[in-house]
């Protein structure tokens, strides 16, 4: 008998052990669901997967009755387009702030210590006041997740830049290399992958902060829709939502996972060996 | 192009003294080897050379100029490991040193002038026995072929000073006889002063010019860190018996 730590599973085997919980879970909430329906026909907190389906199609098919929009694309460009711009100024600083502070010591010096201070200030304690200074609208959401994921980042590359080798800035500076150059040719390539996994790891703060702010105020988006239809206890609408969401998260991640692998071989390879 | 005065240095780190009393002058187009045991300073005398660290005290010229305090292209480098850089292709890693001359902004060339810096750095790539590889990671190559990719990245700037700090110590035997025929020929060719420093004495005789051997000149158990490693042999191996140049040992040496 071999020892446990040496059985891996085959590719097919693999996909089943993945699908296992997954399935599991499913049928525990049809249980569920069946028996609570059967003990109180009015049950509103597992609704069955046809009462769910009847739901999405609301959603995700039928123009509003009220504004003649569908619901679940309305708030879902709604939510992306904050995401996507809270996300990618968040990305933006930490490349550039994170770069500064690797590769220069007197802007180190400077700033190292005020954004390991920022980095602990808990984002959700300041959105009164994002609230107040940038008012209800979209701004004030797009900068909760800014503060939210900006300072986790501009660290964790200003690390990610400090741990490259001396060897390598040395070794640049021999060929004739400016800051500049080392900068924008040594060290920001070196640190892209770790860019791309920290933002991987954002993923799951940046939702959060992007829902609670839709969920305090907002007219559309996909935190807003599940804390509104919360009132009628709705959860035919709410468990879809979520799992929408959860689908769209997962996605960025295998996507951003994915983009990584294309873009930077060299990362790869190494581990190969 | 490409002499060496070193007067009198000494480096310390806090109440550690590593180096003492180095006096060196070396003629422009030495291969001088340095030898000496593990922790003495090897290391340290590169990284003065390189001006990434200033001696604690005393005074080095190249070329009777007083040395830059930073790194500079007139003086190369090949470490043991983390030469080349892995984001970058062979032939990326030579060019590189090409765009950091010709594009201060971008980093990068274009059209015409990419492509005589391409040939340029084929060229070397060539010479280094890397033709067909020229499109590989540094991860994808052995050992060996990193080193002399290392080799051909540190030429491209023409350096009047080449420091090698155990260029060849992780490669095995019948390898690192191959590098010492790239590395001679590439010697004479660029007409540069080498610094190599190893472990390996029987390459240190067979490269030199010099050989120069850093010891520490007194074992004192109780201070061991209060005595710094000086030059305790200096051989001139172009002689046809390699006479020592001076013995720089001292008075207190227990003989
Ligand atoms: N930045 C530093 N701070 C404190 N001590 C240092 C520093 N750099 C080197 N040393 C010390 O200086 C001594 C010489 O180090 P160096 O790396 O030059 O040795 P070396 O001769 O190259 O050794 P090796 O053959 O093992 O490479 C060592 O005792 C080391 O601990
Ligand atoms: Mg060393």
Redesign the pocket.
């Known amino acids: 008998m071999r020892r446990a730590m040496n059985i891996a599973p085959e590719r097919t085997g693999r996909l089943a052990l993945a699908l296992l919980p997954f399935a599991l879970i499913a049928l525990v909430y049809v249980a569920g669901s069946a028996q609570r329906r059967a003990v109180n026909p009015n049950d509103k907190l597992l609704p069955p997967v046809s009462e769910m389906a009847d739901a999405v199609h609301r959603a995700a098919l039928e123009p509003d009755r009220r504004s003649g929009e569908i619901v679940l694309w309305t708030d879902t460009s709604a939510s992306l387009g904050r995401l996507g711009a809270g996300l990618g100024l968040a990305t933006l600083i930490g490349l550039t702030l994170g770069l500064a502070i690797g590769v220069l010591p007197l802007v180190a010096a400077a700033l190292a210590p005020l954004v390991a201070v920022i980095c602990m200030v808990p984002p959700m304690a300041i959105l009164p006041v994002l609230f107040i200074v940038f008012g209800l609208g979209e701004l004030s959401k797009v900068v909760l997740i800014v503060i939210g994921v900006a300072p986790f980042l501009v660290r964790d590359l200003a690390f990610a830049a400090a741990r490259l080798p001396t060897e390598h800035l040395v070794k640049a500076q021999t060929l004739g290399a400016s800051t500049w150059q080392v900068a924008t040719r040594v060290v920001a390539p070196q640190i892209m992958p770790r860019l791309i996994e920290a933002v991987r790891l954002s993923l799951g703060p940046a939702f959060l902060f992007l829902i609670s702010a839709e969920a305090i105020a907002a007219e559309s988006g996909l935190g807003y829709r599940i804390f509104l239809v919360r009132r009628y206890l709705a959860m035919d609408t709410i468990l879809p939502y979520v799992a929408w969401i959860t689908l769209i998260a997962y996605a960025m991640d295998l996507g951003l996972a994915r983009l990584s692998r294309a873009a930077f071989p060299w990362a790869q390879a190494d581990e190969g060996r | 192009m490409g002499a060496i005065s070193v007067r009198n240095v000494w480096v310390e780190?806090g109440d550690?003294i590593?180096l003492e009393r180095i006096n060196l002058e070396i003629a422009s187009g030495a291969f001088v080897s340095i030898v000496?045991p593990?922790?003495?300073?090897?290391?340290?005398l590169l990284r003065l050379l390189l001006g990434q660290e200033k001696p604690t005290r005393g005074t080095i010229l190249i070329d009777g100029r007083p040395l830059p305090d930073e790194p500079g292209p007139d003086r190369g480098i090949v470490y043991q490991r983390y030469s080349v850089f892995p984001h970058l292709t062979v032939l990326g890693n030579v060019l590189i040193a090409y765009e950091f001359a010709g594009s201060r902004l971008l980093g990068r060339l274009m059209g015409r002038a990419r492509r005589a810096a391409i040939d340029e750095a084929l060229a070397l790539i060539k010479a280094v026995g890397l033709a067909l590889h020229a499109k590989k990671y540094p991860s994808t190559l052995s050992g060996g072929m990193q080193q002399r990719l290392a080799i051909a990245q540190a030429l491209a700037r023409k350096p009047r000073v080449l420091l090698l700090d155990?260029p060849f110590g992780a490669l095995d035997p019948g390898i690192r006889a191959h590098m010492h025929e790239l590395i001679r020929p590439l010697w004479r060719e660029h007409g540069m002063t080498v610094l190599m420093?190893t472990?390996d004495i029987k390459e240190g005789f067979a490269l030199g010019t010099r050989l120069i051997v850093l010891d520490k000149w007194r074992d004192d158990p109780q201070a061991a860190e209060r005595f710094g490693a000086v030059i305790t042999y200096d051989l001139d191996l172009t002689r046809d018996n390699a006479g020592p140049v001076r013995f720089c040992n001292e008075p207190t040496v227990a003989s």
């Open positions: 780190y550690q590593v000496g593990s922790g003495c300073g090897k290391s340290t155990e420093v472990h």
